[in-house]
């Protein structure tokens, strides 16, 4: 899977897909752990310049939107594969962030880091961006009108809100948290980017 995102073609967005699919169960930390086994393979190479939108990240998507880009039916979709795409990439960082604990072998840990404060805090600035925008989304649609406060109501608002992006937040706040608690540098940065960032979302919805 890793190769097939290394190279950027077509296959790159369904290799991100099943690489989040692998990493995301909780699971006891072993030798045959998923997580341990993408550290080896070098795959922080491949996830974080797909977190910054290059590589993997694009291969599928922009490659092919030139064609009858002018049908809004076409850029609509082509949208909404590449937000599913940019899930994908989060989904694994937020899987390797919860794997990599101080006490993770092979120098996880570190590496991690590391790769979050490379290049000026890119991918830390990168992650308060995604942060502010979903947060923005799931505000808006937990705040809808939605006329009512039955059951009916209630699922209604709970599909709108997941639909804007509630799983993309709890993903990108878990790779936040890492870096907030980890580094020092990361969490000033944090601190000042999300400063405008206004509140609202409900606790509920973050963590239910």
Do not use: W
């Not at 993997?56 to 039916?73: E, F, Q």
């Not at 076409?74 to 694994?92: A, G, P, T």
């Amino acid at each position: 899977m890793l190769k097939c995102a290394r190279e950027g073609k077509h296959a790159a967005a369904c290799a991100l897909r099943v690489l989040a699919a692998a990493l995301a169960p909780a699971r006891p930390r072993d030798a045959d752990d998923p997580a341990r086994r993408f550290f080896e393979a070098g795959g922080l190479k491949v996830i974080f310049p797909a977190l910054a939108g290059r590589g993997a990240a694009r291969g599928a998507i922009v490659g092919d939107a030139t064609k009858k880009s002018r049908k809004k039916k076409r850029k609509r979709r082509l949208k909404d594969e590449q937000r599913d795409l940019d899930e994908h990439v989060v989904s694994v960082v937020a899987s390797l962030c919860l794997y990599a604990a101080p006490d993770a072998p092979d120098l996880a840990h570190k590496r991690l880091v590391h790769k979050f404060l490379e290049n000026g805090e890119e991918k830390v600035r990168e992650l308060a961006r995604r942060y502010a925008t979903h947060a923005g989304d799931v505000r808006a649609a937990e705040r809808a009108d939605d006329g009512g406060d039955d059951e009916g109501a209630r699922l209604a608002r709970a599909a709108r809100v997941l639909r804007a992006g509630l799983h993309a937040l709890r993903l990108t706040t878990c790779a936040l948290a890492f870096c907030a608690v980890y580094s020092p540098a990361a969490r000033k940065t944090l601190v000042g980017l999300l400063a405008d960032v206004p509140a609202g979302v409900s606790f509920f919805f973050l963590f239910p």
